[in-house]
């Protein structure tokens, strides 16, 4: 593609070089520059790509977007901007054609239900007769084939490169979790959504965001993207807010909740161990849902899924089957097939109240005691742990505190975090950093009709501990201690 046309739309404040040059390629990564390419230059957190740029051009790029004007060889072409994420997004955008306009686009944010909640979409969509794609943290998901993520949202140029692919593939639609991060990173600029999706704001991120506030204003950029709808959580305090905040707007808003009036609407809830039933009530009818996912919050995520279907004009009969024909999402209650007497579940749940929707719901089924095994990720937000401690003690017989993902940070600070919460006078409290010894302990100890719950690590495949990733897929780790000795 010539730099003119890949360029175009982009806010210039200078320039030198030739714009009719030939672009093999778009890198924001100088070790993946090669001969012909554009380099975009980001400034990280850790790291700035303008300190880079001279690799990028020896490894062969012929022109460099940057922010900071800076000297670079004559005989490259140099592009000066105000933003380069932004302007990495829009030459992404340019240089596939503009994919995200081809396909029927939705985006859920919110703290947590996301990724439960785009697979109920999938499923909903799917039994409509749509062929769908997903953008989320398990996964990105292109016709069956997953490709793992690095980001739930990813960078802009990958993001773009993804929806090309859906587009190529005769792909009608695309569900994506956009995480806070990415929409204040621009990571989703340029890209069309028909429909955005609110699903509550906890507090999450906040060595990032710096206070809720901050936080909730990230979420709310989502709904100035949209063309088709708005869905929001009118039970959730900060649904609310936004719901006020988007007002404004020429996109329609329908709003899902269970407690305060909204469009769509659950009542008649029945939770049970192995899922929930409800009614659920829409401006197009009514019909009963038995959702094979235990949980008030499964009836939220639930909510939300059908709301889309509803701004789809999908069927009723098909939103059902679509709910119903989902068994569970990796990670998201999921439950170990142990063959004993008690049981095992895993859970991504990582903020209080990711964990207090989670042992809730426990609580709701549990015949014996409940035993939860958990630690906070390293080198994040530290003013969650002692909450999470709380939480934890609150509602488990039995807390086995270990490590998460302590990445380059001291776990037995971590560990002090999470105790400052603990009521070591309403459960049992005991500390294991080794998580896989953590979890070998809580088996061992297990009794009849106990429940214990895995939380933190969900899908994930791995620990980080220090600066290396180590495998750790806690199915295989459970099942492998059990079958010791046999």
Do not use: W
């Not at 993001?159 to 621009?186: A, G, P, W, Y």
């Not at 999921?334 to 207090?356: C, L, R």
């Not at 080794?434 to 719950?453: G, N, Q, S, T, W």
């Amino acid at each position: 593609m010539k730099l003119i046309d890949l360029i175009n739309g982009l806010e210039i404040e200078k320039y030198s070089g030739d714009l009719n040059i030939e672009i093999s390629k778009i890198v924001y990564d100088s070790r993946k520059a090669e001969n012909g390419c554009i380099f975009v230059a980001i400034k990280g957190y850790k790291t700035d790509g303008h300190n880079y740029i001279n690799q990028a051009i020896s490894n062969g790029a012929k022109a460099v977007i940057l922010q900071r004007d800076i000297n670079i060889p004559e005989n490259i072409v140099k592009i000066l901007v105000k933003d380069t994420r932004c302007a990495l997004a829009r030459i992404s955008s340019n240089y596939y054609k503009n994919p995200s306009e081809k396909l029927e686009l939705i985006g859920i944010t919110g703290t947590n239900g996301k990724t439960t909640t785009t697979y109920l979409i999938k499923s909903i969509l799917e039994a409509s007769g749509k062929n769908v794609g997903l953008i989320g943290t398990i996964g990105n998901v292109i016709n069956g084939e997953i490709v793992k993520a690095k980001n739930t949202t990813p960078e802009s140029l990958d993001l773009q490169e993804f929806f090309n692919r859906m587009v190529n593939t005769n792909i009608d639609s695309c569900v994506m979790e956009v995480s806070s991060h990415s929409l204040e990173l621009k990571r989703v600029e340029y890209c069309d959504f028909n429909v955005g999706i609110f699903t509550n704001l906890t507090p999450e991120h906040l060595d990032f965001h710096k206070d809720l506030q901050s936080y909730m204003e990230a979420k709310v950029k989502l709904f100035y993207k949209t063309r088709d709808y708005n869905i929001i959580n009118i039970d959730d305090e900060y649904g609310r807010k936004i719901q006020s905040i988007i007002q404004e707007l020429d996109t329609p808003i329908l709003t899902y909740g269970i407690e305060k009036k909204a469009d769509i609407m659950a009542r008649n809830i029945e939770i049970y161990a192995s899922g929930v039933k409800f009614d659920l009530i829409t401006p197009n009818g009514s019909i009963d849902i038995r959702l094979n996912i235990p949980g008030k919050f499964s009836v939220y995520n639930a909510l939300a899924a059908a709301s889309c279907g509803i701004a789809f004009n999908i069927k009723l009969e098909d939103i059902k089957r679509g709910l119903e024909t989902i068994q569970g999402v990796r990670g998201r209650f999921e439950v170990v097939p142990t063959n004993t007497d008690f049981s095992v579940i895993i859970d991504y749940a990582h903020t209080p109240d990711g964990f207090k929707k989670v042992l809730s719901t426990i609580d709701q089924f549990a015949k014996g005691r409940k035993m939860i095994v958990f630690g906070c990720g390293g080198d994040r937000d530290k003013t969650k742990r002692p909450k999470m401690g709380e939480i934890a003690s609150h509602y488990c017989d039995i807390c086995i505190i270990t490590t998460d993902n302590p990445r380059t940070e001291n776990p037995k600070e971590i560990v002090k975090d999470i105790l400052r919460g603990i009521d070591d006078e309403n459960c049992e409290c005991v500390i294991i950093e080794d998580r896989k010894e953590a979890i070998r302990y809580a088996l061992e100890i297990a009794k009849k009709d106990d429940v214990i719950l895995l939380a933190g690590k969900g899908h994930e495949t791995y620990q980080i501990i220090g600066k290396e990733v180590l495998p750790f897929d806690e199915r295989e780790i459970v099942l492998e201690i059990l079958n010791e000795g046999k």
